[in-house]
């Protein structure tokens, strides 16, 4: 079991940062993924960022790249996104999300039937 509870969204000009964090408790051994995903009433939850437990390796959406950092902090098992420049099409509920070696589906990281564990979310609005 993973539980995720995320936490730092609030509203910014455009241009400015904010920095997400989610907190993950439980079995951290079993997790393979560490990803932020994002949606609104307009759009389907996307898959904003990821990270590889093992290598820590990480990917980044097109619209994102070179803007959003994920990082990870083993010893507060805690997850960011660090969201710099950030535009109104940024506006949106993040969600945290992990897969555990317990999933049942596969797909890429992308894809929000390839995690098994999310969060309930934080929201970030951007003005312009």
């Known amino acids: 079991q993973v539980r995720l509870v995320e936490s730092g969204g609030g509203s910014v000009q455009a241009g400015g940062s904010l920095r997400l964090s989610c907190a993950a408790s439980g079995d951290s051994a079993s997790r393979t993924r560490l990803a932020w995903f994002r949606q609104t009433p307009e759009k389907e939850r996307e898959g904003v960022a990821v990270l590889y437990t093992a290598s820590e390796l990480t990917d980044y959406a097109d619209s994102v790249k070179g803007r959003f950092t994920i990082s990870l902090d083993n010893a507060k098992n805690t997850v960011y996104l660090q969201m710099n420049y950030l535009k109104p099409e940024d506006a949106a509920m993040y969600y945290c999300?992990?897969?555990?070696?317990?999933?049942?589906?596969?797909?890429?990281?992308?894809?929000?039937?390839?995690?098994?564990?999310w969060g309930q979310g934080t929201q970030v609005t951007v003005s312009s």
């Open positions: 999300a992990a897969r555990t070696t317990a999933a049942m589906s596969w797909g890429r990281w992308t894809d929000k039937n390839a995690y098994n564990y």
